[in-house]
């Protein structure tokens, strides 16, 4: 059992504790002094650490420090910018003697990947358009192994071990019940574009099966989700044989879905279901980072800045 939580770590906290490598860099500071620049999480959340005044006998030691490596850190917690922040004294890598469990340091879903696979399937085999369904669950089953353990994101809102269903069925849940509101919009339209906006995030990041990801693949670095979704689209969808106008609204709802132009969507969205992808996508991952500032924060109290909310500071309300 881990010794410290990231999420119950305070300021001006002295801890011995094990973390995740989530990216390690070795750095010069403005003192012309090398320092060790970490991210570091466990299954609570991230945070940064920070290694100073390396000597040059400790370089060879801290270059082995990689992504995905489990060390041993001694630190103070301190605030810088807001944001709590380790100022490490002592590090090592750990071994098997340490006997740790893996489990502490992966961020996982709170619901059971194969249950979240088994309702979204669920809701794509019921959709009334049969083109729709047909193609949803295609996709769904096509990439079955991945989307069991994939992230919704690197970092960010659902960086987490089965992100990405999480993601998608907190938004079909939405889609429902808005389609009960605003009776204009095409239910199966706006269910299948739920289902398909982020799934070529499989192929934009890249993940191990703990659903840790080091980074963006080559396509995703120079395509992104939103332009490998189309072209998957195109390829299916003619392979199907599918009704040309409804294959180019689902091209469009993929690529708008970011809508601002600095977000990678190319055009704003064109039709009432694609103006409702965004939002809900929107909603899901504000929600998201706010339940993530909230658990983390002692009721009464601010949280640390959020930098996905513009570096808001979020209230968790006392009872």
């Known amino acids: 059992m881990k010794d410290h939580f990231v999420s119950n770590l305070k300021t001006n906290d002295k801890i011995t504790t094990y973390l995740m490598v989530r990216e390690a860099e070795l750095k010069n500071g403005s003192n012309g002094k090398t320092y060790l620049d970490l991210l570091l999480s466990d299954c609570t959340g991230e945070i940064r650490g920070k290694k100073w005044n390396i000597a040059d006998e400790e370089v060879p030691g801290l270059e082995r420090i990689k992504e995905g490596n489990i060390i041993k850190v001694e630190a103070h917690v301190r605030e810088w910018k807001g944001m709590k922040q380790l100022n490490i004294s002592r590090i090592r890598l750990t071994g098997a003697e340490d006997k740790l469990d893996d489990a502490d340091f992966v961020k996982t879903a709170p619901e059971d990947p194969q249950e979240m696979y088994d309702y979204i399937l669920g809701k794509a085999k019921g959709l009334s ?3 729709l369904s047909a193609l949803c669950v295609r996709v769904l089953e096509d990439h079955k192994e991945k989307l069991l353990y994939y992230p919704g994101a690197a970092r960010n809102h659902h960086a987490e071990m089965g992100g990405l269903l999480w993601h998608m069925k907190r938004m079909l849940m939405m889609a429902e019940r808005v389609c009960e509101v605003y009776a204009n919009l095409d239910r199966d339209l706006l269910m299948a574009g739920v289902m398909l906006h ?4 499989i192929t934009e990041i890249l993940s191990n099966e703990l659903g840790i990801s080091p980074g ?3 396509e995703g670095k120079m395509l992104g989700h939103l332009v490998l979704s189309v072209r998957e689209l195109e390829k299916i969808c ?3 044989g599918f009704d040309e106008e409804k294959k180019v609204m689902l091209e469009h709802m993929m690529i708008s879905h970011h809508y601002e132009p600095e977000w990678g969507s190319p055009i704003r969205p064109l039709f009432p279901e694609a103006e ?4 809900l996508d929107m909603i899901d991952a504000k929600m998201y980072d706010m339940e993530e500032a909230v658990g983390k924060t002692e009721p009464g109290e601010f949280s640390e800045r959020v930098w996905t909310l513009d570096n808001r500071t979020i209230y968790h309300k006392k009872g």
């Open 129 to 131: 358009d049969s083109q």
């Open 276 to 279: 409702m992808l965004h939002y």
């Open 216 to 218: 963006y693949s080559f």
């Open 238 to 240: 003619s392979e199907m």
């Open 198 to 201: 982020d799934i070529e995030k």
